[in-house]
């Protein structure tokens, strides 16, 4: 049974390197990090509601997930066919692509969670 606890949290220390790795190595990462922080500010100072508050936590939870399957992809690849190939191409785009569509999209959940709040305080 300690044996099983202790390899559950040994598993976190896993994914913590995982996450300093993403950060430490990807430029997006860090910018994502840096919209994370200007949402969660923007929305603490327009009151989301609790259903908005998970709105935005999901798509953030999402676009960093995507970054995170992303680089996992390319290392991946890079390990596997270090020489250009046509399918290793196709295999990074397409993970790239994901991160630009969860990107897509955590844009248009913002502008659906904050612009009408904000030109309401513009108009008032």
Do not use: C, Y
Request: proline residues 2%; charged residues 10%; hydrophobic residues 65%.
């Amino acid at each position: 049974m300690k044996n099983s606890i202790a390899s559950f949290l040994h598993s976190f220390g896993f994914a913590g390197a995982g996450i300093r790795h993403l950060v430490r190595s990807q430029r997006n990462a860090r910018i994502h990090i840096i919209l994370t922080i200007v949402a969660l500010g923007l929305a603490m100072w327009l009151g989301l509601t609790a259903a908005e508050w998970a709105a935005l936590i999901l798509t953030i939870g999402f676009v960093f997930a995507a970054e995170a399957m992303n680089t996992a992809i390319e290392a991946l690849v890079d390990l596997i066919s270090p020489q250009h190939h046509p399918l290793a191409k196709i295999a990074k785009d397409t993970a790239a692509a994901a991160v630009l569509l969860a990107a897509i999209t955590a844009v248009l959940v913002a502008v659906i969670l904050f612009a009408p709040r904000l030109i309401e305080i513009l108009l008032a």
